[in-house]
């Protein structure tokens, strides 16, 4: 079963580019999480939802130059804290660039699979 958060839009001071950590931008963030196919009866069963969203919102807030970074920290702190993680990938985009006459998104995909019994 996945636990799916789409298009989540922030706005945080990530970037190489000095003006980037100083105004900011925004950025959108999905997260598929895999848990495996355990029957869901209750909350304990699965991933709330919300406290993804906490936890995203927490590790976002914390500055660094490359998304790729930003990434692995995200994704470690969702393993460290939800032990039912068989798999999670995120995909954060930029969603305005500081690029020259460019309009759309730029960003990065990755994902971790963790060995863990079912």
Wanted: charged share 25%; glycine share 4%; no cysteine.
């Amino acid at each position: 079963m996945q636990v799916l958060l789409k298009d989540i839009l922030l706005f945080a001071y990530h970037g190489v580019h000095p003006l980037e950590n100083t105004t900011g931008t925004h950025f959108k963030v999905n997260l598929i999480i895999e848990i495996g196919e355990n029957k869901v009866v209750e909350l304990n069963d699965t991933i709330d939802y919300a406290e993804v969203f906490t936890l995203l919102k927490q590790e976002f807030s914390k500055t660094e130059k490359l998304l790729e970074v930003l990434a692995d920290r995200i994704l470690d702190a969702m393993i460290q804290k939800f032990k039912q993680i068989l798999h999670i990938e995120i995909e954060i985009l930029k969603l305005d660039p500081p690029i020259p006459s460019f309009q759309g998104a730029v960003g990065i995909k990755k994902s971790k699979k963790i060995n863990r019994p079912v």
